[in-house]
């Protein structure tokens, strides 16, 4: 997970992508639909999903320590990376100096997503109708759908043919069913409360201090679903309208930081915390804003054996995982659009996919592999 942590360019997708190749291709420590399972509870939460969906490998593969090592080595990375850029920024003003990075990067990360969405869509889709499913999904997020109605649009398709399924064959839920059933539903209006006490924690605080940058954080990593350009949402709120402690221009600084930086995204805390208030803020901003997803995993995980238990509660599931799916393939179009513009794109592109097809190379020897051929290709002049 350390490893990864250094390596996973792209955003939630790639980081998804680059963790299924290790632990279900490579190490084969999951089968490819438990994999998908742990993918659609991590969808159900808040949270930073493929730092939660580490959290949940860490924790079959250790219990709670594993859950423990595996969400701290992923993040860390970002966060002393994150920091570094922060330290500099606020010495120098510029962000400049890492976009060239992801020139080469990009290309790989596109085909390393490209055969996770082709692995996953072969343990998810085992019907014409969930075919059609994923495909609607991919259209409906193209045409500007939120993330969060076409997970719900795939755990009721699912749902639905799981009714309609035991219809023609009635038997009964079982406690074990009602638990699962209970738990699809229950959980995430359960944690989406916790916010609220939160932002009241938060607001409780008077006048600047590490309670209240904590606090912020805390509250933003307790009900935060979706892309970065939510969390550009909540921290302009916060941060620059509520309290005035940044610029318009330090916030984009800030998200673009953590967008081209490896590991996940709300790294982009870091940045923030310590141009507030230095390294300390940097660290009560890095744990505030993840402390929410250990727990979450930590609650949720126990629940994935009921929810299969149960053939409702399962359904939901498989609609989510379904949804997650093509949520996972609009996203690589989408990446894929910004990352291919060029010949020499191209080629990494193509070169990487058939490395990845023939030979199984790690994606971390891919991505160092694509971050030299960009450099060299710039410093030819080919880009």
């Known amino acids: 997970m350390l490893r990864?942590?250094?390596?996973?360019?792209?955003?939630?997708?790639?980081?998804?992508?680059?963790?299924?190749?290790?632990?279900?291709?490579r190490r084969r420590w999951l089968e490819q639909q438990h994999f998908l399972?742990?993918?659609?509870?991590?969808?159900?939460?808040?949270?930073?999903?493929?730092?939660?969906?580490?959290?949940?490998?860490?924790?079959?593969?250790?219990?709670?320590?594993?859950?423990?090592?595996?969400?701290?080595?992923?993040?860390?990375?970002a966060a002393v990376i994150t920091l570094a850029f922060a330290v500099a920024y606020d010495r120098y003003?510029?962000?400049?100096?890492?976009?060239?990075?992801?020139?080469?990067?990009?290309?790989?990360?596109?085909?390393?997503?490209?055969?996770?969405?082709?692995?996953?869509?072969?343990?998810?889709?085992?019907?014409?109708?969930?075919?059609?499913?994923?495909?609607?999904?991919?259209?409906?997020?193209?045409?500007?759908?939120?993330?969060?109605?076409?997970?719900?649009?795939?755990?009721v398709v699912g749902g639905t043919a799981a009714l309609a399924r035991r219809a023609k064959a009635p038997r009964a839920t079982g406690p074990a069913g009602l638990v699962g059933v209970g738990?699809?539903?229950?959980v995430p209006r359960l944690l989406l409360g916790l916010p609220a006490v939160m932002g009241v924690a938060a607001d409780a605080t008077v006048g600047y201090g590490a309670a209240r940058l904590f606090f912020t954080f805390l509250k933003i990593g307790s009900v935060l679903y979706g892309s970065g350009y939510v969390l550009l949402a909540f921290l302009r709120n916060d941060f620059v309208e509520r309290y005035g402690w940044l610029s318009e221009r330090q916030l984009l600084d800030a998200v673009a930081v953590g967008q081209f930086t490896p590991g996940p995204v709300f790294s982009t805390a870091t940045f923030v915390g310590y141009l507030v208030a230095g390294v300390p803020g940097a660290v009560l901003a890095t744990v505030g804003i993840f402390l929410p997803a250990f727990l979450f995993v930590a609650v949720t995980h126990p629940l994935l054996p009921r929810l299969r238990r149960s053939p409702v509660a399962a359904a939901l599931l498989d609609g989510v995982n379904l949804a997650a799916v093509g949520l996972m393939a609009a996203v690589g179009w989408e990446l894929g659009r910004t990352a291919v513009v060029d010949v020499p794109t191209v080629f990494l592109a193509v070169g990487a996919a058939a490395l990845l097809i023939r030979s199984g190379l790690n994606s971390a020897w891919l991505v160092l592999g694509g971050s030299v051929a960009g450099v060299a290709i710039q410093a030819v002049g080919l880009a």
């Open 183 to 186: 738990a699809v539903l229950m």
């Open 93 to 155: 003003g510029t962000t400049t100096g890492g976009e060239w990075l992801l020139y080469g990067v990009k290309p790989v990360i596109i085909a390393v997503v490209a055969q996770a969405v082709l692995g996953l869509g072969r343990a998810a889709v085992n019907s014409p109708w969930q075919a059609a499913l994923c495909v609607v999904v991919i259209a409906l997020y193209l045409a500007g759908t939120s993330e969060i109605l076409l997970l719900v649009f795939g755990a």
């Open 37 to 77: 399972d742990l993918l659609g509870i991590t969808n159900l939460i808040p949270g930073p999903n493929s730092t939660e969906l580490v959290m949940h490998v860490g924790h079959d593969r250790a219990g709670r320590r594993g859950l423990v090592v595996a969400g701290v080595c992923f993040i860390a990375p």
């Open 4 to 25: 990864l942590g250094v390596t996973a360019f792209g955003g939630p997708a790639a980081h998804i992508a680059m963790l299924r190749q290790e632990v279900v291709d």
